[in-house]
């Protein structure tokens, strides 16, 4: 399995700031995604970052809410931008591992928006 | 449409205890992955398993066991003899073009 890490690991941020969040996978891969778990709830995917081209987003997701990079085939951002309190979540980094059907997912970002 | 429903949202069991949990998954594609998450309170996802649409053999690994009826559309996940590390909620999850995650059950095991 592909080993993950996300920093910053957790953050407390203002409303109205941004915050960029890292996935770093220690192999190649070929799609990552970002998911949103708020407080309680279950997982949301927010888009799919393939290297080398435009993010796609999930319907309620906007490039500009939430900008995401994809550099190289180990590495991608993701910002929230302009924060508010509802933007307080988990935010979790996946790839794909065998055959783009098995996913594993970093230790997540846990975001506190005040 | 893709849905994945988990109908408890909460269980509790005392140790020992043998607990199942219910997934139940609608698709119209005829081929498709599911999957079992496990988040501890610290909240990682921990992947279980992980089933394919044409693969209904059950499957056992030590004491977790998988229960996959296409009849049903289910993908039940059984723990034997549960354990208060066993303690965290659970995701079932729909593989077609993207992954979709039921709403979790969360499981509390007691001493």
């Known amino acids: 399995s592909a080993v993950i890490s996300q920093k910053p690991s957790r953050d407390i941020c203002q409303r109205g700031t941004s915050l960029t969040i890292q996935c770093q996978v220690d192999?190649?891969?070929?799609?990552m995604f970002w998911y949103r778990q708020q407080p309680g709830q279950s997982l949301t995917l927010i888009a799919t970052a393939n290297q080398g081209s435009e993010a796609t987003y999930e319907s309620g997701f906007v490039i500009d809410k939430f900008p995401i990079s994809r550099p190289n085939l180990t590495f991608s951002t993701l910002t929230v931008s302009n924060m508010s309190p509802e933007d307080s979540s988990i935010y979790l980094c996946s790839v794909d591992g065998t055959g783009y059907n098995e996913q594993f997912f970093g230790p997540g970002t846990r975001l506190t928006v005040l | 449409a893709q849905k994945v429903t988990q109908a408890q949202t909460e269980i509790s069991v005392v140790e020992k205890e043998d607990v199942t949990l219910d997934c139940v998954y609608e698709?119209?594609?005829?081929?498709?992955?599911l999957f079992w998450y496990k988040q501890p309170p610290s909240g990682e996802l921990v992947f279980l398993i992980r089933r394919n649409s044409f693969d209904e053999q059950n499957e056992i690994s030590g004491r977790y066991s998988w229960n996959f009826q296409k009849s049903t559309s289910s993908f039940n996940f059984t723990i034997t003899a549960s354990q208060v590390v066993d303690s965290a909620v659970y995701f079932c999850?729909?593989?077609?073009?993207?992954?979709?995650f039921g709403t979790g059950t969360r499981l509390q095991v007691f001493p």
């Open positions: 999850a729909l593989f077609t073009d993207k992954l979709i």
């Open positions: 698709t119209r594609d005829t081929t498709y992955y």
């Open positions: 192999s190649q891969v070929t799609m």
